[in-house]
Structures are given as C-alpha cells and as structure tokens.
C-alpha cells in the first residue's frame, strides 16, 4: 500500500468540520463545541507525551504531590493537567475542575461553560504501557457561580468525552446526540470521524470488576458475581467472560467496541464505602456517554445522571454498559428477595432463590 492510499480522507471529516453545525448554533452548544476543540488540542499534546514514553522523563513517577484525596500525583497527571489548563484560556470556559485540583478554579469569570476533567485516568499503567485517558464533561456555567456549575445532575452535561491513549488516540465525544468516534491520525495531527451512532449492544456476556476485593463486596455484587462465575452451571444457565485492565477508559473503549458491563461497587475497604471513582469527572461523563449509545450507567440503585454530587471529589458507585446487564444487576440490589437468599451464616445463595 503506498503513503497516498493509506491517508485517511479528511474532507469533511476532520472534528472541527463535524462540531461546525453546533458551533453554527451559538450559544451554550457552540461554546462547548468550541471547549471541546480546545480539550482535543490539549488531547493531542498529552498524546505526544505519552508516545514518547520513557523518553519525556519519568511520567510514571511519584511527584511527591497528591490530589484533594490524597491519591499520589504521577508526573503525568500534572503535565496533563498543565496542558488542559493552557488549552482551555482563550475558550469561554469559567470555571474547571480537575481531579489534580484540590478547589474550583475560575479561569474566565464571564464565560458561560464549565469543565470538569480527569487529565490522565489509569495512571497506574503509565509504566506498563497500558491504555489510559483523559475524561471530561462540559457543563453551562451556572449563574450561581461555580459551585452551582457542577452540583447538579449529570443530565445537564452539553457534552461529554474521553480520549484513550493507546495503539492508537481515539477521542469518543457526545454533544447530546449520540456518540461519535474519532481517531487522532498523526500525520496531520487533527481527529477524524471514524465511526457515528456508537452503540453499546443491549446484552453481553464479558464483564469487568476487580475480584480482588470479591470478600469487601456488599451481597447484591457477589451475588451477581457469583452467578456469572458459575456459568452454565449456575442459575444463568450460559458462561461468561471477565476482564479487568484498571483503567477506565481502557474498559469503557471495549465496552463501546464490542458491549459488557463494567462494575466498581461500593465495598467495605475504609474509604472505598462510595466506591473508587469520582462523580463529576468520571462517573457522569462515562455515564453521558452510556445511556447516548443506548447502555446504561447505575451506582446500583440510582442512575448515575439523576445524583447531584455536594463535594467537588465525591466518589459513587460505577456500574456501567450493556443495558440488559445493568438493569439485571440494578435489580439484585433492590429486590429484597435476593436479600433473604442470602444465609446469614454462610454468606451464601440459599437454596430457594428463583
Ligand atoms: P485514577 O484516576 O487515580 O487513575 O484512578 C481511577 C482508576 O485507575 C480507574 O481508571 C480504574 O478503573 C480504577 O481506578 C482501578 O482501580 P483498582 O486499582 O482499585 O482496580
């Protein structure tokens, strides 16, 4: 094949083309198509980064720094964050929140967008050379100011997104209708349309949980656990498959490719009694992104769009993906049948569970 044949065609196909009909729009749905174009840019420069690998440095190293939670800050996770912050001046962005910020900034106090981003997910793979990501949701500045901009339900996203860094860079966005596919083609350094209407299949045999905290889980998740590991021989009747890559964006891009479920429960580790992963920046975007390809996205008992976080790094249950599946695990956690099935002494299914 020569270098001629294997350009991807970009007319009309480049992301700045695909946003100029919302950008066309004006107001809020323009300043977010035009907040997106400058999270890509920031995108392609983190992406630049990462290829480099060993060669920028040592990204994967501790800073000696830690987040709001205290989670150690890599190297990476600060230089991602640098490159957001630059990319968003100029945009209408008011205010942005990150996960390597303790507080809301507010960057242009008249602008009238607000972002909320998680600048590199997965950064305990940065040394493995696993897929991680940039994650980021696109709020409307509230007029009640910043904290008002993101204490309210994910359903107010204008759009939402993530970027995998992997084999190759693909950036999965919504702006509300539905989700498209872009592939980063490095020659001409913009992100091209590769695939529209992105949808999770309803049902699925694949999931993906840590195991390893199988003895911390509440009953509803080792039930539903449980069930799949005993397959054909279990009360499902079929077999199932399970993957886990501690990485979001890494399971979220599979589970878009080809359907499955994606859980981390609330468990009984101190500090983990909401789960691991952040409402604001990771949650509700993923969740934007689920139920727009026709999945679904729960903490269990509530949707994820529908909670209204009150602290800036709220955690919350996660559990996302194929729709039949969420809605199968939603209703182990609410029917209390499964709740009397469960031997108080062995903390087992009891014999007379349907
Ligand atoms: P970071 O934002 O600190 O990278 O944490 C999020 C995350 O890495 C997710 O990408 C992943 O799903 C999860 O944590 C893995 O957690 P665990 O190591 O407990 O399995």
Redesign the pocket.
């Known amino acids: 094949m020569s270098d001629a044949t294997r350009r991807p065609d970009l007319s009309g196909r480049t992301l700045e083309a695909c946003l100029e009909p919302a950008i066309a729009e004006g107001g809020d749905k323009s300043a977010a198509a035009r907040t997106v174009l400058a999270l890509a840019t920031a995108c392609i420069g983190i992406s630049d980064l990462i290829a480099l690998g060993p060669l920028a440095g040592s990204l994967g190293a501790v800073t000696g720094g830690a987040n709001a939670d205290g989670?150690e800050q890599k190297e990476l996770d600060v230089q991602a964050n640098d490159l957001i912050l630059a990319a968003l001046a100029g945009t209408a962005t008011a205010f942005y929140a990150s996960?390597e910020e303790d507080a809301i900034m507010t960057l242009d106090p008249a602008g009238s967008i607000a972002v909320a981003v998680?600048p590199l997910?997965?950064?305990?793979n940065i040394d493995a050379n696993v897929s991680i990501g940039t994650i980021f949701s696109v709020m409307p500045a509230s007029p009640d100011g910043a904290s008002a901009s993101f204490f309210r339900p994910g359903r107010d996203q204008l759009a939402a997104g993530y970027v995998i860094y992997g084999p190759h860079t693909a950036l999965v966005l919504t702006i509300g209708d539905g989700v498209g596919l872009f592939i980063l083609d490095p020659a001409s350094r913009q992100f091209v349309k590769a695939r529209t209407n992105l949808a999770i299949p309803v049902s699925t045999r694949e999931y993906a949980i840590?195991a390893s905290n199988y003895r911390h889980w509440t009953n509803p998740i080792r039930l539903f656990i449980d069930d799949c590991i005993a397959g054909s021989e279990g009360p499902r009747g079929r077999d199932f498959n399970m993957r886990?890559v501690?990485?979001?964006?890494a399971?979220t891009h599979r589970i878009f490719s080809r359907g499955g479920v994606f859980l981390?429960p609330a468990d009984n580790r101190p500090g983990y009694q909401s789960g691991?992963?952040r409402l604001i920046y990771e949650a509700a975007p993923i969740a934007f992104l689920a139920e727009q390809a026709g999945g679904a996205a729960t903490d269990g008992t509530a949707p994820i769009l529908d909670k209204i976080p009150t602290t800036l790094h709220e955690r919350t249950p996660l559990i996302f993906g194929s729709l039949e599946k969420v809605n199968r695990i939603t209703g182990y956690h609410v029917d209390p049948a499964f709740e009397r099935s469960v031997s108080p002494l062995f903390e087992q299914r009891g014999l007379f569970r349907a």
């Open positions: 989670d996960e998680d997910d997965g950064s305990s840590n886990w501690a990485s979001l964006v399971e981390y691991r992963l």
